[in-house]
């Protein structure tokens, strides 16, 4: 099966899962409580168990130069698209004009980009997903607090970037390929099943979540251009610099599906904790998520 064909496939089964959770939240079965228990288990456990299973399935420390060159891709990306972001959106007002920025700069790598190129790619997709998941989550607590016109403190920036529970999963991953040492089948197996939820539980969520996003709120210029900027522009050059550059064959396609993925959620985790337009930010979200169920296929049709 083709790449095209196998995305394809993939994004119609993320469609389903977005619309059972939009179904349930509409039916009032997902209540804000029940919501924040299940984003506490995705985030706290499901993620980090997807982000740690391929390092316990036996990648080759040699694998790991590969990694740090995904790690650099996905920090040259978000710098070069900080750039346009500035470009394009400097003449917005304050409040929007950082949520735009910041929705040009990241991609959801971890509720979209994460399933979808476990589904695809299978353990090398994890694995070049979870350095670029280390190297992002890096940049968005740091550089996003400073786009906000915010200056966090050091110790604060560190914590909350050695906490991630995704870093910490890739920081245990690393100890194990480094040292040899394996855990218990039994709990590789607790692991690798709880990595199994990732796609179901993520994409149930975010559609309880979108299910509450009235259309209107859509159909804006600056949406429409975003839109076309995040999830067509920056993917398709994206992969012509990496071919360019020489960049191995699956991290290349790996990295341009992240590049093609929806905004990440931390724009409206962000916008709300620092002042921006939170309303704007869960607007984006809904948006791109819904088109790059048919762009990210077309986006591999480049392939």
Same mark, same amino acid.
């Given at each position: &099966?083709? *790449?095209?064909?196998?995305?394809?496939?993939? =994004?119609a089964l993320m469609f389903? +899962?977005?619309? *059972?959770?939009?179904?349930?939240?509409?039916?009032? +079965? *997902?209540?804000?409580?029940?919501?924040?228990?299940?984003?506490?288990?995705?985030?706290?456990?499901?993620?980090?168990?997807?982000?740690?299973?391929?390092?316990?399935?036996?990648?080759a420390p040699e694998h790991l130069s590969e990694g740090a060159m995904a790690m650099a891709i996905s920090a040259a990306y978000c710098l070069g698209s900080w750039g346009i972001g500035n470009l394009l959106w400097r003449r917005e007002p304050a409040g929007r004009r950082e949520v735009?920025?910041?929705?040009? &700069?990241l991609p959801n790598l971890g509720n979209a980009g994460l399933p979808i190129n476990s589904l695809v790619f299978g353990a090398p997709g994890v694995f070049y997903t979870s350095m670029q998941m280390t190297s992002s989550t890096v940049i968005a607590w740091t550089a996003g607090p400073a786009i906000y016109g915010r200056r966090g403190k050091p110790a604060e920036i560190l914590r909350a970037v050695l906490l991630n529970p995704n870093v910490v999963a *890739?920081?245990?991953?690393?100890?194990?390929?480094?040292?040899?040492?394996?855990?218990?089948?039994?709990?590789?197996?607790?692991?690798?099943?709880?990595?199994? &939820?990732?796609?179901p539980l993520s994409m149930a969520l975010i559609g309880a979540a979108l299910s509450q996003v009235h259309v209107k709120e859509l159909l804006r210029a600056d949406l429409l251009l975003l839109c076309a900027v995040r999830l067509a522009v920056l993917p398709v050059a994206a992969m012509v610099i990496m071919r360019l550059l020489g960049v191995p064959e699956t991290l290349l396609r790996v990295s341009t599906v992240l590049v093609a993925m929806p905004v990440a959620n931390y724009t409206a985790i =962000?916008?709300?904790? +620092?002042?921006?337009?939170?309303?704007?930010?869960?607007?984006?979200i809904f948006l791109t998520t819904l088109l790059s169920l048919v762009t990210v296929p077309m986006i591999t049709l480049l392939f």
């Amino acid at each position: &099966m083709s *790449v095209f064909a196998t995305m394809a496939e993939t =994004q119609a089964l993320m469609f389903l +899962y977005l619309l *059972v959770g939009a179904i349930l939240s509409r039916g009032g +079965y *997902v209540r804000e409580e029940g919501r924040e228990g299940m984003i506490a288990l995705l985030i706290r456990v499901v993620m980090p168990c997807s982000v740690l299973s391929p390092f316990l399935s036996g990648i080759a420390p040699e694998h790991l130069s590969e990694g740090a060159m995904a790690m650099a891709i996905s920090a040259a990306y978000c710098l070069g698209s900080w750039g346009i972001g500035n470009l394009l959106w400097r003449r917005e007002p304050a409040g929007r004009r950082e949520v735009l920025i910041f929705s040009t &700069m990241l991609p959801n790598l971890g509720n979209a980009g994460l399933p979808i190129n476990s589904l695809v790619f299978g353990a090398p997709g994890v694995f070049y997903t979870s350095m670029q998941m280390t190297s992002s989550t890096v940049i968005a607590w740091t550089a996003g607090p400073a786009i906000y016109g915010r200056r966090g403190k050091p110790a604060e920036i560190l914590r909350a970037v050695l906490l991630n529970p995704n870093v910490v999963a *890739v920081f245990l991953g690393f100890f194990f390929i480094l040292t040899g040492l394996r855990l218990p089948g039994i709990v590789t197996r607790a692991v690798s099943g709880f990595a199994g &939820m990732t796609a179901p539980l993520s994409m149930a969520l975010i559609g309880a979540a979108l299910s509450q996003v009235h259309v209107k709120e859509l159909l804006r210029a600056d949406l429409l251009l975003l839109c076309a900027v995040r999830l067509a522009v920056l993917p398709v050059a994206a992969m012509v610099i990496m071919r360019l550059l020489g960049v191995p064959e699956t991290l290349l396609r790996v990295s341009t599906v992240l590049v093609a993925m929806p905004v990440a959620n931390y724009t409206a985790i =962000q916008a709300e904790m +620092y002042g921006g337009d939170h309303h704007l930010a869960s607007a984006i979200i809904f948006l791109t998520t819904l088109l790059s169920l048919v762009t990210v296929p077309m986006i591999t049709l480049l392939f």
